[in-house]
């Protein structure tokens, strides 16, 4: 069944560099690989967000998780008139959100810190600022795990949702009749059957990363076939090529 493979959908929009590893699993493996964005991300405008009423001149810190947050942060003051004064500090989730802040403003090593990825990180650097009053700019999918940590570190901040995932209209698709579906949020899932209302899986392979994804696959009623990542897969494109070619 696996190598009758030709055909997969990729629910992501296609990648900008041509060294992608989708791209070369598609060439050696003479497999026609489509890129399509399930989901996107559209920001609140200020009226929306004044309806939650955080006051952006009330904190001395903001924490960024993404750079999403760091352009709609900017776009909101700005929106919002908001003049964002030089003393500011910004905690990062990781080095490359910090080194994309010189896009709005100058570096500082006093003010912008960062971590390497894990949550756990960023907040043991705002614990030697326990005194800082803490903006977390977020989407409105925003997992309960980092406000939960914030709540037990005891920590003075607002929550202000400023962007929202949204199911892309994918009308323009006559069907989905891949021999592979590949999902990489729970938003991607709700948006096939959104789409696709009387979708039916049949013979078609999907595949998901990561287990959130994997959750509402189940819960949809769809079989998976394919997951990542694992230990002998740790991305998508190892997944889907250890299953073709088993």
């Known amino acids: 069944m696996a190598q009758k493979i030709k055909t997969i959908l990729i629910s992501q929009p296609k990648p900008s560099t041509a060294k992608s590893p989708y791209f070369d699993l ?23 967000f004044r309806q939650q009423r955080v006051d952006l001149a009330a904190h001395s810190a903001v924490i960024l998780t993404s750079r999403l947050a760091v352009d709609h942060y900017f ?26 802040l010189q896009k709005y403003v100058q570096y500082r090593k006093r003010k ?10 960023v907040v043991a650097l705002m614990k030697k600022h326990k005194n800082e009053t803490f903006l977390l700019p977020c989407s409105d999918l925003l997992k309960s795990s980092i406000p939960n940590t914030l709540d037990e570190g005891g ?69 998976i076939d394919i997951n990542a990542p694992t230990a002998k897969a740790p991305s998508m494109t190892m997944a889907l090529e250890q299953y073709i070619q088993a």
């Open 112 to 121: 912008i810190f960062h971590g390497t990825i894990k949550f756990d990180e």
């Open 155 to 223: 920590f003075n901040y607002s929550k202000a949702v400023m962007y929202r995932t949204v199911c892309s209209d994918l009308s323009d698709l006559s069907d989905v009749k891949y021999d592979v579906l590949v999902f990489f949020s729970p938003s991607g899932i709700e948006s096939l059957f959104k789409n696709f209302p009387d979708f039916v899986q049949g013979e078609t392979r999907i595949a998901v990363f990561g287990p959130t994804t994997a959750k509402a696959a189940e819960k949809a009623g769809l079989r």
């Open 26 to 48: 598609a060439d050696r493996l003479k497999l026609t690989i489509d890129f399509r964005p399930f989901i996107h991300v559209e920001g609140m405008d200020g009226q929306e």
């Open 75 to 100: 776009r909101l003051a700005k929106e919002m008139r908001f003049d964002v004064p030089d003393t500011m500090k910004y905690f990062c989730i990781s080095e490359s959100t910090a080194y994309y």
